[in-house]
């Protein structure tokens, strides 16, 4: 009968539980977990010599799941997996079914969305007719993976029901044993545009419409706020930074770039522009940069229905600028 636990193959040391020395290898289960401390060798076979290997049979044998699983520790000290560019090139083609650029053709020209899927290297997948690929390609120009996916070619949002379409390209690709280490959504661009002030959102699409409208800065996403960390930040060191958070996070947000920014010494500015836009209106929507045109239809109707008598002027100006001043102050520059 095969053995079931074994010497933990990493050889990582810990306290020899006899003579206290850092010399000791634990055993771990199938699965990489450790068991409790007494299970296990000592390097020092001739001065110590404390060995006590488990016995299959032995129904007593406890874990130790306060440590890491050895799979999961190897895997994460290894080198992150890469997928081929030629897989990149294949993907940025077929716009015509993909449900993102289909909305963005509703709203911008062809000509400017096509250099920005160009620069981000968007691309268009087959999974569910036309879902869209964004590749996080690192500052060295590895592609990491990409996001998958599918959007409502009609109203640009997620496709959420019956379940999310989301995926990612290594799993797709059917990648075995991949190890995954994402970056910025964007990152590969900060070498191309050393000089541009930096701005962080959360989600790859909006970033993507804020290069369009706004391409004298350089727009990266985290894709989520657990993504926003120091690991995923420290290739911004020496940058100017601002950070757009939704405004349902915008607490959590600010308080991540407060470690991060003492971390690395980087001065990420958290911008109150959307928390303000947004005041009279419910921000556990989650408003972002890519919702402005929502908002100002939502502070509009908000106006409406307290029944302000305010002139049809007023009101499009509302709509069209709700916090124009407001968003030149935050960045300090006059080019918006
Ligand atoms: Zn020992």
Redesign the pocket.
Same mark, same amino acid.
């Given at each position: 009968m095969k053995n079931k636990y074994q010497l933990d193959p990493s050889s990582k040391k810990f306290i @020899?539980p /006899? @003579?206290? /020395?850092k #010399? *000791?290898v634990r055993m771990i289960d199938e699965l990489g977990n450790y068991l409790s401390a007494e299970f296990g060798r @000592?390097d #020092?076979s001739n001065s @110590?010599? *404390?060995f006590n290997y488990p016995q299959n049979t032995n129904p007593d044998i406890m874990l130790d799941l306060a440590l890491p699983n050895i799979r999961f520790l190897s895997k994460k000290d290894g080198p992150p997996s890469l997928i081929p560019d030629y897989y990149v090139e294949q993907s940025q083609k077929e716009y015509e079914r993909n449900a993102f650029y289909l909305y963005l053709i509703t709203l911008f020209s062809e000509q400017d969305i096509q250099r920005v899927f160009a620069l981000y290297k968007v691309g268009t997948s087959r999974k569910w007719n036309g879902a869209t690929v964004f590749w996080q390609i690192s500052i060295q120009n590895e592609v990491r993976t990409a996001k998958v996916i599918k959007y409502d070619a009609s109203t640009g949002k997620r496709i959420k029901q019956p379940h999310p379409l989301m995926t990612w390209a290594h799993r797709l690709l059917n990648l075995k044993e991949f190890n995954l280490k994402q970056v910025l959504f964007g990152e590969h661009l900060l070498s191309h545009f050393p000089n541009q002030t930096v701005c962080i959102v959360e989600s790859e699409k909006t970033a993507i419409i804020m290069a369009i409208k706004h391409p004298n800065y350089l727009w990266l996403a985290t894709g989520g706020i657990q993504e926003f960390k120091a690991e995923k930040i420290k290739v911004l060191m020496g940058r100017n930074v601002v950070v757009f958070p939704d405004t349902d996070f915008h607490f959590d947000w600010s308080q991540r770039a407060k470690s991060i920014s003492k971390q690395f010494n980087l001065n990420l500015i958290v911008s109150e522009y959307l928390v303000n836009c947004t005041i009279s209106l419910d921000q556990s929507k989650g408003y972002d940069l890519a919702d402005l045109d929502q908002i100002n239809v939502d502070i509009a109707n908000s106006i409406k229905r307290e029944g302000e008598s305010y002139s049809n002027d007023l009101l499009i100006l509302i709509q069209r600028n709700p916090c124009l001043f407001e968003l030149i102050r935050v960045f300090d520059l006059g080019d918006f």
């Open positions: @020899c /006899k @003579c206290e /020395k #010399r *000791y @000592c #020092r @110590c010599g *404390y």
